[in-house]
Nanobody
Framework: QVQLVESGGGLVQAGESLRLSCAAS????????MGWFRQAPGKEREFVAA????????EYAELVKGRFTISRDNAKNTVYLQLNSLKAEDTAVYYC?????????????????WGQGTQVTVSS
């Protein structure tokens, strides 16, 4: 059983940056591809970014490509999401998720484990 704990959310102004962290425990971190999703009020949870176990393969949603960067530190069992040039529409609860496997996925159903989420609020 893998436990995921997100941190780093907060309230920022448009144009500013945040770095989210997701610490994993209870499993072998390098067995998992990792993903970040977000859910805004009244909307479906949507894919943001994903990274394979090596850190060498990443995927991004079109809305965040060029502004957000996903990375991982396997020695620290942690995945990160750097959020730059934030916009009001990036406001959401951000969740990290773990998927047993080698490939990266955009689909929620591919992920077996989820964190509780961290709130990101961007004021315009």
């Amino acid at each position: 059983q893998v436990q995921l704990v997100e941190s780093g959310g907060g309230l920022v102004q448009a144009g500013e940056s945040l770095r989210l962290s997701c610490a994993a425990s209870g499993g072998t971190f390098t067995n998992y591809a990792m993903g970040w999703f977000r859910q805004a009020p009244g909307k479906e949870r949507e894919f943001v970014a994903a990274i394979d176990w090596t850190g060498g393969i990443t995927e991004y949603a079109e809305l965040v490509k060029g502004r957000f960067t996903i990375s991982r530190d396997n020695a620290k069992n942690t995945v990160y999401l750097q959020l730059n040039s934030l916009k009001a529409e990036d406001t959401a609860v951000y969740y990290c998720a773990a998927d047993i496997g080698l490939a990266v996925h955009r689909y929620r159903s591919a992920y077996e484990y989820w964190g509780q989420g961290t709130q990101v609020t961007v004021s315009s």
